[in-house]
T-cell receptor, first 114, second 113 residues
Framework: RKEVEQDPGPFNVPEGATVAFNCTYSNSASQSFFWYRQDCRKEPKLLMSVYSSGNEDGRFTAQLNRASQYISLLIRDSKLSDSATYLCVVNGLVMDTGRRALTFGSGTRLQVQP | NAGVTQTPKFQVLKTGQSMTLQCAQDMNHNSMYWYRQDPGMGLRLIYYSASEGTTDKGEVPNGYNVSRLNKREFSLRLESAAPSQTSVYFC????????????FGQGTRLTVV
């Protein structure tokens, strides 16, 4: 089982729509959670960190459910410029070392259409 | 601000050739990472370094070696390139253990023919 799992999509939505992505993680000891955005053939960049109490940044809302081990990202009023791949990221354990490193989901592709 | 500098940006190798991907960061981060990304897949961890002098295998280490030369630099070496290593490689750095945001280099697009 992958440490971090996401629905690959693609999600095709019209401009102005609200879209939600979910992500599940397997390691209950994970401590930090993030959503990254990756544009085609570019490096990933931080979209937002995810806090236990939930957090919002403009049109973007992130939620963390530790009991169910899932993270969500809600995008309201989608723009054409939101078209990208969204990566769920967790600081999980590196194989058998006991040390932590950032583990990425496979990403969910979003295409916002005019 | 330089952030994470990764070289080269593009490389074509013949099967069996060797090469080293270079990565340097100027943010005084302890943790550095090498990932590979294949079409339709997320980033898979190749090797990780929690601090200078420490390196650990990630999910897909076979065929690669790394060196954490100092706190700034973390290189990835392919000793004998194979077509299966055709991929986009990203170097990243973060505060210890990935507790905060990771910063990425621009990636190396490697083709092995």
């Amino acid at each position: 089982r992958k440490e971090v799992e996401q629905d690959p999509g693609p999600f095709n939505v019209p401009e102005g729509a609200t879209v939600a992505f979910n992500c599940t993680y397997s390691n209950s000891a994970s401590q930090s959670f993030f959503w990254y955005r990756q544009d085609c053939r570019k490096e990933p960049k931080l979209l937002m960190s995810v806090y236990s109490s939930g957090n919002e940044d403009g049109r973007f809302t992130a939620q963390l459910n530790r009991a169910s081990q899932y993270i969500s990202l809600l995008i309201r009023d989608s723009k054409l410029s939101d078209s990208a791949t969204y990566l769920c990221v967790v600081n999980g354990l590196v194989m058998d070392t006991g040390r932590r490193a950032l583990t990425f989901g496979s990403g969910t592709r979003l295409q916002v259409q005019p | 601000n330089a952030g994470v500098t990764q070289t080269p940006k593009f490389q074509v190798l013949k099967t069996g050739q060797s090469m080293t991907l270079q990565c340097a960061q100027d943010m005084n981060h302890n943790s550095m990472y090498w990932y590979r990304q294949d079409p339709g897949m997320g980033l898979r961890l190749i090797y990780y370094s929690a601090s200078e002098g420490t390196t650990d295998k990630g999910e897909v280490p076979n065929g690669y070696n790394v060196s954490r030369l100092n706190k700034r630099e973390f290189s990835l070496r392919l000793e004998s390139a194979a077509p299966s290593q055709t991929s986009v490689y990203f170097c990243a750095s973060s505060e210890e253990g990935g507790s905060t945001e990771a910063f990425f280099g621009q990636g190396t697009r490697l083709t092995v023919v």
